[in-house]
């Protein structure tokens, strides 16, 4: 494994490769599980039988409901330990695989981080900062749900450019050329529909352009305008990034499924009006031939199906239902 | 007015020109109204002064629910008048204004036809044949409005090329290059919702595909295949007609609130699920900054507003209220 920036080209040590998860899990205290959010829930089948008290397990990232998911597979498993399962509300890295076992990380994000139970944050928090000190900690596992950034930056470029994508095979830059002013209209209104469920969650989330511009993936003067089509257009990390090939890429298969429809039916359960990520998910649903409403995190998947928002905040601080 | 084709190029002389509304109606057997439907409003009120028993009305085309619509204006106008109010289904010539003056007709479309009140409409139509032999007259003006072809063709294209259309100001093939698979898959969806709307009315509706064949708008081959996807790639006239320069065009600005507009209220108005329809309306007017919802024709603007299905028809086939 290479790390390319920012010190250079060098080699990276792997302390130790398993051949099965029984093994890998067996002395570890941090499980750092760093796959697309699809695989959550084999990971979750995968690790149940293996877990133990004081082992702590972090989804990076988590996506949107990924703690909770995950956490309601091990509950149906059986699973009796009391493991938080904690998230990120973004990859640790902004990195790209360029060859065999080379990754050129361009950055290192300065992710949210939360755990559920929401109580054990700070404790869990201790740990994981010591690898990444970057980061910051959240209330509880809602906050950095909420806070996924992916959820409103990929969907709406590819939705609104579907046809381009699939003519000119992803051969243009997507967030550059991509992001029109319609687009960037669009991305808006995702983000403001996403900060209104945040609110009534009772927590306030930055704008999406904050979290942008503090990650450096923007200039002052693009933050300052409080545009979001001028801060794509001055994203330096992201003007030579090519829209993807087709529509079976990740923007869509796992920002819509884990991304904006977790956020959607948290909307419905509370009663916030989300009519642009609505619309986002129906014709990503069409476009690829699947109900995104059906494979991505329900209410059900994320084990908090039928509960009041006191219920709900009481889940995420405590872990079990009142 | 020259007319290029089929019979080769051509003046058009014009039998009277007129300065004013009252003028240009006094005399008129059937008073045409051959403008985009976002003029409709303004021609109900020009006219409701100088409408008299014996004229009709003909919206050529009507969009959706533009008689409707123009009724209802006559009402508010206090007009006491019972001129009927027709429709076509879409415009009666496809064509194109080449220049000052100049029209190029690529082909005499094969219209349908209706009056409100419905049972005026073979009255209307002997008159309306004479003028339009092609056309074929339908039971009220519900089965006009929808069968608006337009409005099932041009949104998803806009919609889901909008960054293209602005990034490269229209400089593409629309039908052809512009309508990929997963564009194509969403007017396909877009059309499902219209024909169950319409099998909600009672009556059945060919498919655009259907419609578009019987146009001679595409290949034998194409129609065979189902696919609405290849009809549009083997596309004769269509092939070379330039996308849109943006996104402040008929396409969105007339075929949304005039288009899928009054077919979502109408399909919410008899239960019929409508969500692709309503994701595209809901995307069109973020993308614009125009609430279509409000600015298009809503149930209360076709004058039908609170009705069963039993009053909406029993409405539209005797123009009063039961």
Redesign the interface.
């Known amino acids: 494994m290479i790390s390319a920036s920012p010190s250079g080209e060098q080699f990276v040590h792997i302390h130790r490769v398993c051949e099965t998860i029984e093994e890998a899990l067996e002395e570890a205290e941090a499980i750092l599980i760093t796959v697309p959010a699809i695989a959550h829930e084999y990971y979750a089948h995968a690790c149940a039988p293996y877990l133990k008290n004081g082992q702590m397990v972090v989804l990076n990232p988590g996506s949107t409901g990924g703690a909770l998911a995950f956490k309601k597979i091990l509950r149906e498993r059986g699973a009796r330990m009391d493991v938080p399962i904690c998230e990120t509300n973004t990859l640790t890295y902004i990195c790209r695989l360029v060859g065999p076992s080379r990754v050129k990380i361009t950055s290192r994000s300065k992710v949210q981080f939360a755990s559920l139970p929401g109580k054990k944050t700070m404790e869990c928090y201790q740990i994981f900062k010591g690898l990444f000190p970057e980061s910051t900690e959240r209330k509880n596992v809602l906050e950095t749900s909420l806070t996924n950034i992916n959820a409103v930056l990929h969907p709406p ?1 590819m ?6 994508i ?2 000119a095979k992803g051969n ?1 830059s997507y967030y550059c ?7 960037a ?2 991305m808006e ?1 995702v983000d403001k529909e996403r900060m209104a469920i945040c609110q009534k969650l009772s927590f306030k989330s930055d704008r999406f352009l904050d979290f942008f511009y503090k990650a450096g993936s923007t200039s002052e003067r693009a933050y300052q305008s409080g545009s979001l089509y001028q801060a794509l257009q001055e994203s330096e990390p992201n003007r030579f990034i090519r829209a993807p090939e087709n ?1 079976s890429y990740r923007f869509l298969t796992e920002d819509i499924p884990f991304g904006i429809v977790p956020m959607a039916y948290l909307g419905r359960m509370l009663d916030v009006p989300a ?2 990520i ?3 998910i ?2 990503a649903s ?4 699947i109900d995104y409403w059906k494979t991505g995190w329900t209410l059900e998947k994320m084990g908090i199906q039928g509960m009041s928002l006191e219920g709900l905040l009481n889940y995420v601080e405590n872990g079990i239902s009142a």
Chains 1, 2 share one sequence.
């Open positions: 470029g939705i609104l450019n579907a046809g381009w699939e003519h243009f050329e991509g992001t029109t002013p319609a687009v209209r669009v209104k529509l009519p642009i609505n619309a986002l129906d014709l069409i476009i690829n031939g």
